[in-house]
C-alpha cells in the first residue's frame, strides 16, 4: 500500500529546499507537534506536502493531509477531519471525539494546513489528538505558531537569492533564479534563461525577497512584455517598488516581507487588465475553487458580459493568478491561493460589490444543489457525486451566507437539495449542523420544512439515533395531516418505518410499509425515497421469513433503478438478494449479489452500505468453507464499521448474524490462524479492502 496516497499531488515542481526537508525531518523526530511558519507565499504547505511524503514510508499507517484554508466556520473543523480523513460521518458522538479515537492506535503523520485563521480551535484539537494518539505527529502550516505546550516552530525562509558580483559576471544560479526560471518557461513558449539575463533576474528575485509566490508572479508578466525582456521585467519592478517606498515614507528602508508579496500582488494586480481585475474580485468569493459555469455565473454582471468570462479567466490563469487543474470528469476546475484570493476579497470590499457577488455565488450553488436533486435518480451519480464532494466548501459558504442573511428558508432548500451528499457521502453530521440552525430559526410550514424535517430524521436513523428520528417524525406527521400531500406522507412512512425494522420491530414496520403507495412520483428526491422504503420493507420480510416478499421487493427496486439508469439505489437492493440468496441456501449467488452491491456502492464512499454488505459477503463466503477468507472480510468489514463510529449499526440481526459467522469461522481454523486473517483484514485500507472484497479468491 502507498503510503503517500492521501497526500495532495504536486502540481508544480519543487526547487531546492532539501536543507529544510531534513529540518523537519529532525524536527518532527523531537517533536510530535511541529508548526511551519512563515509569511504567506513562501511555500510553507508545498514543503509540508513534500515533507510528509518524505516521511509518511517511515511510519506504519503513513500521513494524512487535511486542507483547511477554504473552511471559515471554526465549528466545523472537526466535520472537515472526518471529511479528509474519509471517516463516514455517522455517530452522534462529537467528530473530535471520533476522529481521536480512529488515531488512537494508528503510527501516523497527519498534516494540518492554512491554521492561521483557526488559529485557538486548531489548538484546542491539536491538543486532544495528540493527548488520544501516542503514535501521531502533527504538522501543521500557519502564519503563526498554535502555541501548544512542546510545539516546535520551524520558520520557513524564502528562496534564497545569489549576491551581486562586482566584476560584471553573471551569478551563480540560486534556487529563487531556478524557480524564475522554471516559471517564466511555462509562461513563455520556448524561453530559456541565458547567461547575459541572470544578473536581472537574481536582481528581480532579491526585490522579492526569494519569496516563492512573488518569485512565480513576477515570471508569468513576462508574457505580458514586449521580446519577453528579463531587464525591462526587472526595470519596471524597481520603478513599482520605488514608488511605494516614496509614497509610504519609508525611503532608504528594506519592506518587510509581508509587504513584499502584497506588492507584488498589487503589482500583478495593476498589471491585469480593468475586466481580469473585476473577475479576480467577484470570483474571490469561492471557497475551494470554482468550474467555468461558476466563474460566468458569479462573474459576470455590467461591464463584464458572461460570453467573455471564459476569455478574461484564461488571462488570469496566464499570470499565475489562477490555477487551473483537472476535475477528474474531463473538465477543468480553478482556484486561488489564499493571499492572492484576501487580495481580491479587499478589492471586491472596495469596489463595494461584496455583498452583490455573494448574491450571486449564493444563487448560482442553490441551482446547483437542487439540480443535483433533480437528477440524482438517473444515468449521472457518479459525476455528480464528483462535483457535489469538490463543491461542498462553496456549499457551506452558500449556507453561511443564507443564515447570516435571515434567509433560513433558502438554507433549508439547499440542505434539503443535498439529501444525497449527507446521507450518502458519509457528511450526515454535518447535514444536521445546518439542519438543526435552520429548521430551529424557520418555523413556518412549508415544503421546504417538511422536507427538512425528513431529512433529519433520515439522518437521525444513520447516526443510530432512533429517539430523534421518531421525535422529529412527529413534527412531520403533524405537516403531513395538515398539508394533505402524498409525497411527504411517503416521507413520514419512510422515516417512521425504518425506525420501527432499527428497533425489531418487523410486523409493525411491514404495515407500516405498505401503508406507502405503490408506485414511486416520477421526480424529485422522494422517488428515491420511494426505493430506499422498498428497500427497507424488504428487510423486513426477510426477518419474518418471508423470503419470496422480499425477493420481489428488491426486483421492483432494481427494475426501477434500471429504468431510471441509477446504480447508488441498486446498491440496496443488490444486498437484499444477497440476504436472500443466503437465507435459501445459495451462498455462491450470495457472494455475487454482495460484489454487485459493493460495486454500486463504493464509488458514493457510502460506508454504511459498504460496511453492511462486506458483513454478508464474509457470512456467504465461510458457508463456501473459505473460511480464512472470510475471516479476512470480517477484518475488513470491522475497519469500516470502525470508521462509522457505530458497529453493525446497531441493529440486533446484523449483530448477531455477525457473531454467529465469526463463532462458526473460529470453530473451522481456530483461534490463531482466525487472528491472524482478521487483523489483516482490520490492517487494509478502505480502497485496499474494498479491493479485496471484489476480487473472488
Not at 116 to 124: F, G, I, N, T, Y
Not at 253 to 278: D, K, Q
Not at 657 to 685: F, L, N, V
Request: charged share 25%; aromatic share 6%.
Amino acid at each position: 500500500m502507498s503510503t503517500t496516497r492521501y497526500l495532495p499531488a504536486e502540481t508544480t515542481s519543487f526547487v531546492g529546499r532539501a536543507h529544510e526537508l531534513d529540518g523537519i525531518e529532525k524536527a518532527l523526530a523531537d517533536s510530535r507537534l511541529v508548526t511551519l511558519t512563515g509569511v504567506g507565499g513562501v511555500g510553507k504547505s508545498r514543503l509540508a506536502v513534500r515533507a510528509a511524503a518524505r516521511i509518511a514510508p517511515t511510519l506504519a499507517d503513513g500521513a494524512r493531509f487535511v486542507a483547511l484554508a477554504p473552511l471559515r466556520d471554526a465549528s466545523l473543523l472537526g466535520h472537515v477531519l472526518l471529511e479528509d480523513l474519509r471517516l463516514a460521518d455517522q455517530h452522534s458522538r462529537s467528530p473530535e471525539e471520533l476522529v481521536a479515537e480512529w488515531l488512537a492506535d494508528k503510527e501516523l503523520l497527519l498534516v494540518l494546513d492554512s491554521c492561521e485563521h483557526l488559529v485557538e480551535a486548531c489548538a484546542r484539537l491539536v491538543r486532544t489528538l495528540l493527548d488520544a494518539a501516542p503514535g501521531l505527529r502533527i504538522l501543521t502550516t500557519s502564519r503563526q505558531g498554535l502555541a501548544v505546550p512542546g510545539e516546535l516552530v520551524f520558520a520557513v525562509d524564502p528562496l534564497p537569492v545569489p549576491e551581486p558580483t562586482t566584476d560584471g559576471d553573471a551569478p551563480a544560479a540560486g534556487d529563487a533564479v531556478a524557480l524564475f526560471a522554471e516559471r517564466a518557461a511555462e509562461a513563455v513558449a520556448g524561453f530559456a534563461l541565458a547567461d547575459t539575463d541572470r544578473m536581472a533576474a537574481a536582481a528581480v528575485c532579491r526585490r522579492l525577497d526569494g519569496i516563492p509566490l512573488a518569485v512565480e508572479l513576477a515570471a508569468a508578466q513576462l508574457a505580458e512584455l514586449p521580446d519577453h525582456s528579463v531587464y525591462e521585467l526587472n526595470d519596471r519592478l524597481q520603478h513599482r517598488f520605488e514608488t511605494l517606498v516614496a509614497q509610504s515614507g519609508t525611503a532608504g528602508r528594506t519592506l518587510p516581507r509581508h509587504r513584499t508579496l502584497r506588492t507584488t500582488i498589487g503589482w500583478s494586480h495593476e498589471l491585469c487588465a480593468p475586466l481580469e481585475r473585476l473577475l479576480w474580485a467577484r470570483l474571490s468569493v469561492c471557497a475551494g475553487g470554482f468550474d467555468l459555469a461558476g466563474a460566468q455565473a458569479i462573474g459576470c454582471g455590467v461591464p463584464l458580459a458572461v460570453e467573455r468570462v471564459a476569455e478574461v479567466l484564461a488571462g488570469l490563469v496566464t499570470k499565475s493568478l489562477v490555477r487551473k487543474h483537472p476535475d477528474g470528469l474531463g473538465g477543468e476546475r480553478y482556484s486561488m491561493l489564499d493571499t492572492v484570493r484576501e487580495f481580491g476579497a479587499h478589492w471586491l470590499y472596495e469596489l463595494g460589490e461584496e455583498t452583490e457577488a455573494r448574491r450571486r455565488h449564493l444563487d448560482f450553488y442553490r441551482d446547483l444543489a437542487c439540480r443535483a436533486d433533480t437528477e440524482w435518480v438517473g444515468p449521472n451519480q457518479v459525476s455528480w457525486y464528483a462535483r457535489l464532494v469538490a463543491d461542498r466548501a462553496n456549499f457551506r459558504t452558500a449556507l453561511r451566507f443564507c443564515l447570516s442573511q435571515g434567509e433560513e428558508r433558502t438554507a433549508l432548500e439547499i440542505v434539503g437539495s443535498l439529501w444525497m451528499m449527507w446521507i450518502g457521502f458519509g457528511y450526515a453530521r454535518e447535514g444536521a449542523h445546518y439542519l438543526d440552525l435552520s429548521l430551529d430559526l424557520y418555523r413556518e410550514p412549508c415544503p421546504e420544512r417538511a422536507k427538512g424535517l425528513w431529512l433529519r430524521a433520515v439522518i437521525g436513523v444513520v447516526l443510530g439515533d432512533i429517539a430523534v428520528a421518531q421525535h422529529i417524525s412527529a413534527d412531520l406527521r403533524q405537516y403531513a395531516q395538515a398539508d394533505g400531500d402524498a409525497t411527504t406522507r411517503l416521507a413520514l412512512d419512510h422515516v417512521w418505518a425504518i425506525s420501527l425494522v432499527l428497533e425489531g420491530e418487523h410486523e409493525q414496520a411491514t404495515a407500516a410499509f405498505h401503508a406507502a403507495p405503490d408506485r414511486p412520483p416520477e421526480h424529485g428526491t422522494y422517488q428515491a425515497t420511494w426505493c430506499m422504503l422498498r428497500t427497507a420493507l424488504a428487510y423486513a420480510h426477510i426477518n419474518r421469513g418471508e423470503l419470496a416478499m422480499a425477493d420481489a421487493c428488491a426486483y421492483e427496486v432494481i427494475e426501477e433503478c434500471e429504468r431510471r439508469g441509477d446504480v447508488w439505489l441498486r446498491g440496496y437492493a443488490d444486498y437484499i438478494r444477497a440476504l436472500t440468496a443466503l437465507t435459501t441456501g445459495h451462498a455462491d449467488e450470495a457472494c455475487e449479489h454482495a460484489r454487485t452491491a459493493i460495486t454500486h456502492k463504493s464509488p458514493f464512499h457510502d460506508g454504511l452500505g459498504v460496511a453492511m454488505t462486506v458483513e454478508v459477503l464474509a457470512t456467504a463466503t465461510t458457508t463456501t468453507g473459505r473460511h480464512p477468507r472470510a475471516a479476512r472480510l470480517l477484518g475488513v468489514s470491522q475497519r469500516m464499521w470502525h470508521a462509522l463510529g457505530r458497529p453493525q449499526f446497531g441493529a440486533p440481526e446484523i449483530i448477531e448474524a455477525r457473531a454467529a459467522t465469526e463463532h462458526q469461522i473460529r470453530a473451522a481454523i481456530g483461534d490463531t490462524t482466525y487472528d491472524t486473517e482478521y487483523a489483516a483484514g482490520r490492517a487494509m485500507s478502505p480502497d485496499d479492502g474494498i479491493a479485496y472484497c471484489l476480487t473472488r479468491g
